[in-house]
């Protein structure tokens, strides 16, 4: 259907058609298509009208407005509209030539708090009966407002940032908001991260969630305070349940050695240290942020982590039981222009408590890896590397490199370096497996973690910087 579009549109320019043969003809071919060529025809016009507002052509804009509203017109269901395609027709006859001043009959923009408000006031005897439907559209406001922010003026938000905001969307844990607690968003997402895999929202609901917001920007549409629905025209997989994290592949690991680290927060030692030991043991990032001095010693003449409960200076425990366990620490690590065993032995002889001390206890699970889970996810995110890989990714990497690893290395002791509560084929393991685990030769664990190899190119040291 596009290109009978684009000849009726070059017809009218040349003056072959005149503007009501020009309307007749796109309203035939609209109400001839089926609903997926009409959804792809309105989305086509989206594109152009996103093109147009780099000024690429503003006739087109005006076209593409007037069609939008083109579905329902048709259908007699919002006849006031009918103007903006006239107004658009007419336009495109004139062939006027591109000018960058704003039509003075423009509606101000509005901030996200003002059109929330303006559509509950205007649509408060539609809902008056529709309760349900009501506390739906309160649940998909407030999230917008967190991923938005309240005072973002609604003409301003494009395209790509509906495509980034519905991404993010993705990312909301699943009992968010229902705890009773007011955490922010974007530190409830950051505490989860750091905690390793979770459940988010389902596709269904991020769906559900995007519908509403496009009932909010329609409302706004035809009253001409945005122009466009942004939130119209995306795909979504109802069959997805949760977000499924990826390793680490060699083309993100490259753009994560091509990003320098910037936050002054944290230091860019703590940033390199903290990466090169998750990328070499596989341990999580509050087990990571949680080594003390006395935590690394060596056990039977390997050099080892070692995860285990604390008292002291904070009460904390691993994630599970089999979470307490040694970590032999990988030859890449223990290099001296890594610098982590010279850390390691300025902590002990400073007398602190941890080796990572410039990090604090924060966010809704006071997590020692808070601050650097959120940093990180920003810092991954600029670099252009997508949200299904982020730090936890590093976990998941050792562990599939270490299942690739050669015959003689054991799942049980993938398990055991892993701190698995589960075997690496899926069951649960026996309580023989689980005691088995404790008498594992520290040699076999030293064997089996200097089995992960990364590309030449992921040189941990670079990650200092500069």
Request: with cysteine; aromatic share 8%; net charge positive.
């Amino acid at each position: 259907m596009k290109h009978k579009v684009d000849a009726l549109a070059r017809r009218l320019r040349e003056g072959a058609i005149s503007g009501e043969d020009f309307k007749k003809g796109l309203l035939t071919e609209f109400d001839a298509a089926d609903q997926e060529s009409q959804e792809a025809l309105l989305n086509y016009l989206n594109e152009i009208t996103a093109a147009s507002a780099l000024h690429v052509n503003r006739d087109l804009a005006e076209l593409a407005s007037g069609w939008r509203f083109m579905h329902d017109w048709s259908r007699g269901q919002a006849r006031t509209e009918a103007n903006a395609l006239e107004r658009a027709l007419r336009i495109v006859s004139q062939a006027r030539p591109v000018v960058s001043e704003q039509p003075q009959d423009r509606v101000e923009s509005l901030t996200l708090k003002e059109a929330i408000g303006a559509f509950y006031a205007g649509t408060e005897r539609e809902y008056a009966d529709k309760h349900s439907a009501r506390h739906a559209q309160d649940v998909s406001f407030r999230l917008l407002s967190e991923l938005l922010g309240n005072d973002r003026k609604i003409r301003e938000v494009t395209g790509s940032i509906s495509i980034d905001m519905i991404e993010r969307l993705r990312g909301v844990p699943k009992y968010h908001g229902k705890n009773g607690k007011n955490w922010p968003l974007e530190d409830v997402i950051a505490s989860y991260e750091g905690e390793g895999d979770y459940e988010t929202i389902s596709e269904k609901t991020v769906k559900n969630h995007v519908g509403c917001w496009s009932r909010l920007w329609n409302y706004h549409l035809k009253r001409e305070a945005v122009d466009r629905n942004i939130w119209q025209g995306h795909d979504f997989d109802t069959k997805r349940t949760r977000l499924v994290v990826r390793d680490w592949s060699d083309e993100n690991l490259d753009k994560l050695m091509g990003k320098k680290w910037t936050f002054r927060g944290i230091s860019r030692s703590t940033f390199a240290h903290i990466v090169g030991i998750a990328a070499y043991s596989g341990m999580r990032l509050e087990e990571i942020c949680r080594l003390r001095p006395t935590d690394i010693a060596e056990v039977d003449g390997v050099l080892c982590f070692r995860i285990r409960e604390h008292t002291e200076p904070e009460p904390w425990s691993p994630k599970t039981e089999a979470g307490s366990r040694f970590v032999p620490v990988h030859p890449m690590l223990k290099r001296k222009d890594f610098h982590l065993l010279e850390r390691i032995k300025n902590s002990a002889k400073g007398g602190h408590d941890y080796i990572f001390g410039d990090l604090k206890p924060d966010g809704p699970r006071s997590c020692r890896g808070y601050l650097f889970s959120r940093e990180f996810s920003k810092f991954k995110t600029s670099a252009g590397i997508p949200r299904n890989t982020r730090f936890h990714s590093f976990r998941h990497s050792v562990s599939t490199r270490l299942q690739n690893a050669n015959a003689t290395i054991r799942p049980i002791w993938i398990d055991a370096i892993m701190g698995h509560e589960t075997a690496v084929d899926g069951r649960k393991r026996s309580v023989g497996e689980t005691n088995y685990t404790h008498q594992i030769g520290i040699k076999n664990l030293r064997v089996t973690i200097e089995t992960v190899r990364y590309p030449a190119a992921f040189d941990i040291c670079r990650l200092f910087g500069d």
